[in-house]
C-alpha cells in the first residue's frame, strides 16, 4: 500500500509561481512511476507530468515551457514546480503513484487546491 501526502497548492496570480510537493510512504520510491494530475470544476482528471524512476518525463502539451516535474529518492519525495501560472491552471492537483511491479495499481493523493486569480 502507498500513501501520498501532498501540499503546496494555494491562491496566485496570474503570473506566479507555485511548488508542489508529494511524499510517497510504504513503498520502495525507486519502484514508482510518479505523476500529477489535475482536475477543473466539471471537468474530467487530466495527466499534467510525470517521471520515471530514471528521470525520464513527459508534460501536458499545456504545461509544457511552464512546469517541471522532479523527484528526490532520498526524500521519497516527488515535486511539481508551476511557473506563469494561468487562470486556466486552476484545478485541483493530485499526486499519482503506480508501482512498476505492478502497473495496474493506481495510488492517489488527497490532493490540493491551486487557484491563479488576481
Known amino acids: 500500500q502507498v500513501q501520498l501526502v501532498e501540499s503546496g497548492g494555494g491562491l496566485v496570480q496570474p503570473g506566479g509561481s507555485l511548488r508542489l510537493s508529494c511524499v510517497a510512504y510504504g513503498s520502495i520510491f525507486s519502484n514508482l512511476v510518479m505523476g500529477w494530475y489535475r482536475q477543473a470544476p466539471g471537468k474530467q482528471r487530466d495527466l499534467v507530468a510525470r517521471?520515471?524512476?530514471?528521470?525520464?518525463?513527459n508534460y501536458a502539451d499545456s504545461v509544457k515551457g511552464r512546469f517541471t516535474i522532479s523527484r528526490d529518492h532520498a526524500k521519497g519525495t516527488v515535486y511539481l514546480q508551476m511557473n506563469s501560472l494561468e487562470p486556466e491552471d486552476t484545478a485541483v492537483y493530485y499526486c499519482?503513484?503506480?508501482?512498476?511491479?505492478?502497473?495496474?495499481?493506481?495510488?492517489w493523493g488527497q490532493g490540493t487546491q491551486v487557484t491563479v486569480s488576481s
Open positions: 499519482n503513484a503506480v508501482p512498476i511491479t505492478a502497473p495496474s495499481m493506481n495510488y
Open positions: 517521471i520515471s524512476s530514471g528521470g525520464g518525463t
